[in-house]
């Protein structure tokens, strides 16, 4: 579920909105019939995709240099090779030039973003050596780790090795860093998320450290060290909001009421139900309850809890089923909670839009 969160927000923050809806219908191969819907179900499944891929790699080669130019520009190129023909395109906007930007590689060519001028393309190679001595993880020790992973991301974003992607690289790489660390528990709150609801700070914040040294008494390098400082203090803030947010988000008592609000509200049409689902019995509420509280639950003592006769319990079991609200897990044959997207946003509000449908 947060995978399919961080690609929704990542590509908000670009401007690209796509709801979790239409992402899991992408990944059901599902795709909108009006391409332009499609490219961005597309460009969303691409971003899940490629995280998978990240993490399965984080696991299985412990010991990546996940600063080093490799790492990087191999996010950079599962992403792109992922992605539609017309999101391979980006369009100059001083001279309105079309480039096809090439998956994987470091830009050939100088680029302005906004008021900032990126190193030239000729010193990217030296940029890059320069980020990973100066931020790969292992480097770091302690605390200093988390302020290393707020200032590699702007120091990254501000070298903008990639024509294009700049932005979801360094997001994917957060990501990255944050699993490296480790930071306990992280998987289970979004950067991404956090970073997208202050949208305009977090971009005034990247503005701020990209200034240049003011005077001597603002850092020894070519930027402003005080723009840096209070760029690291927004990301670390950002990243304490969404864990408070998850973490009330996730107490039982609330998350219980939510999910038997939603039955309530399901099984009196006071919300339309998914096409072809019938309304939902208020026991489903109960049924609910018993296998979030515990884990793990056999069918029987599901019934049982519901109150409901056998075959009527069994009847609506596979009711839930059907809406992915319970799975089978075999071969013990017992139960567990779903989270289907059309629920999603009952369950945990903000975190999912709520989808009215």
Not at 190 to 206: C, F, M
Not at 238 to 246: H, K, R, S
Not at 268 to 274: D, E, K, S, Y
């Amino acid at each position: 579920m947060l995978r399919i969160i961080n690609s929704y927000y990542s590509n908000l923050i670009e401007g690209h909105n796509t709801h979790p809806h239409d992402i899991v219908r992408a990944m059901q191969q599902q795709y909108d019939a009006e391409p332009a819907r499609r490219n961005l179900q597309l460009e969303s499944v691409a971003h899940i995709s490629v995280q998978r891929l990240m993490e399965e790699r984080l696991h299985e080669e412990p010991t990546v240099n996940i600063a080093g130019q490799e790492f990087l520009c191999s996010l950079h190129r599962e992403f792109f090779k992922l992605l539609p023909e017309e999101f391979q395109v980006m369009t100059i906007p001083d001279t309105g030039r079309e480039i096809r930007v090439m998956p994987g590689e470091l830009r050939t060519q100088p680029v302005k973003v906004g008021q900032h001028l990126p190193p030239g393309n000729n010193s990217l190679e030296a940029f890059m050596v320069r980020f990973d001595e100066s931020y790969t993880p292992e480097k770091h020790h302690g605390a200093v780790k988390l302020v290393a992973a707020a200032a590699a991301h702007h120091r990254l974003m501000w070298i903008h090795p990639f024509l294009d992607g700049n932005g979801r690289v360094a997001r994917l790489f957060t990501e990255a860093y944050l699993h490296r660390i480790p930071v306990h528990g992280f998987g289970l709150w979004s950067v991404s998320r956090g970073l997208a609801r202050r949208n305009t700070d977090y971009k005034a914040a990247l503005t701020r450290a990209d200034a240049p040294r003011r005077n001597e008494l603002d850092g020894r390098g070519n930027l402003s060290n005080e723009g840096l400082v209070k760029f690291c203090r927004f990301f670390l803030e950002v990243c304490l909001d969404q864990v408070e947010y998850m973490n009330t988000l996730l107490q039982l008592d609330g998350l219980v009421e939510r999910i038997r609000n939603y039955v309530h509200l399901r099984g009196t049409a006071m919300i339309p139900n998914p096409p072809g689902m019938e309304s939902l019995r208020p026991e489903a509420g109960r049924m609910l309850q018993e296998v979030l509280l515990r884990g793990e639950a056999p069918r029987g003592s599901v019934i049982e809890e519901s109150g409901l006769k056998e075959r009527t319990g069994r009847n609506l079991l596979a009711q839930l089923g059907a809406r992915g609200c319970l799975f089978p897990t075999p071969p013990k044959g017992e139960v567990r909670i779903g989270f289907p997207i059309h629920a999603a946003g009952w369950f945990f509000p903000e975190l999912y839009p709520v989808l009215s449908r």
